[in-house]
């Protein structure tokens, strides 16, 4: 039994991870980024300083990590104590039913047999996740029922560099609610909450270095520096 509730818990934890990796990428991070970050955050390593500010500098990212936060710290205890039990000799042997299984294995070869089950069933589980078709099939659903559920809003934006202070390279997508849809560079008062619009590209034309009098439309790809949880807030408007 401790065997099986060892393998459940990791195979919901292989799940939340994932679910994770999709959350922060929905909130506009790269894949590969979003994937090391819920990593991270659910085993509690690998986050260094320099990254934790793309999570930090967002309330939905920091809501995303929290929770994979307590649930990798309940996995961890958890599959520790299952990992535990399902080694200890007494347990093995109330497993065994058959009298005949008795004279092939002996009882106190049964935790090095769980040892080799939990290690196999483990890299089972490793390559079913990992594999393209399985892991994007998986993906490709659980995305879905993310968007459809509403439980995380997706981001029209990327954050291509990230620096020191929370201050970063964004670019972001003009929608239908924006604050500055509409307006002119300088109507937008962009500058006074630290943001420089370095330049705008708009269908195949590029505008850099944009004149105060240019026009933010709906569709147009922002360029701005700044401070991270000020581009989101002053340009990008949640639904």
Same mark, same amino acid.
């Given at each position: ?16 991870? /994932?679910?994770?990796?999709?959350? +922060? ?24 300083? /320099? ?10 990212? /920091? ?9 990798? *710290? ?9 990992? %535990? ?25 049964? =935790?090095?047999?769980? +040892? ?17 078709? =399985? ?46 849809? *509409? ?41 701005? +520096? ?11 408007? %949640?639904?």
């Amino acid at each position: 039994m401790n065997l099986i509730l060892f393998v459940a818990v990791l195979l919901v934890s292989f799940v939340v991870v /994932r679910i994770g990796a999709i959350a +922060f990428q929905l909130t506009g991070l790269d894949w590969s980024l979003a994937k090391f970050q819920a990593l991270s955050c659910f085993t509690g390593t690998g986050f260094t300083t /320099r990254e934790s500010e793309l999570i930090v500098s967002n309330p939905q990212r /920091r809501k995303i990590a929290s929770v994979l936060i307590v649930l990798g *710290n309940a996995g961890l205890v958890t599959m520790i104590a299952t990992f %535990a039990n399902s080694l200890r000799p007494r347990v093995g042997e109330a497993r065994i039913s058959l009298p005949f299984l008795k004279d092939f294995i002996p009882s106190d070869l049964l =935790p090095w047999i769980n +040892f080799a089950l939990i290690i196999l069933l483990f890299l089972l589980l490793y390559k079913l996740f990992t594999h393209d078709s =399985p892991a994007h099939g998986l993906t490709n659903f659980l995305r879905k029922f993310i968007l459809k559920k509403d439980i995380i809003k997706h981001v029209t934006f990327e954050e291509l560099l990230i620096s020191t202070g929370g201050y970063g390279v964004s670019r972001i997508t003009i929608c239908a609610n924006s604050p500055v849809l *509409n307006k002119t560079l300088i109507e937008s008062k962009l500058r006074s909450y630290d943001i420089t619009v370095l330049a705008i590209a708009r269908g195949h034309e590029t505008i850099p270095n944009p004149p105060p009098d240019t026009t933010f439309m709906l569709n147009d790809e922002l360029i701005c +520096f700044g401070r991270l949880e000020n581009i989101q807030a002053k340009i990008y408007a %949640a639904a």
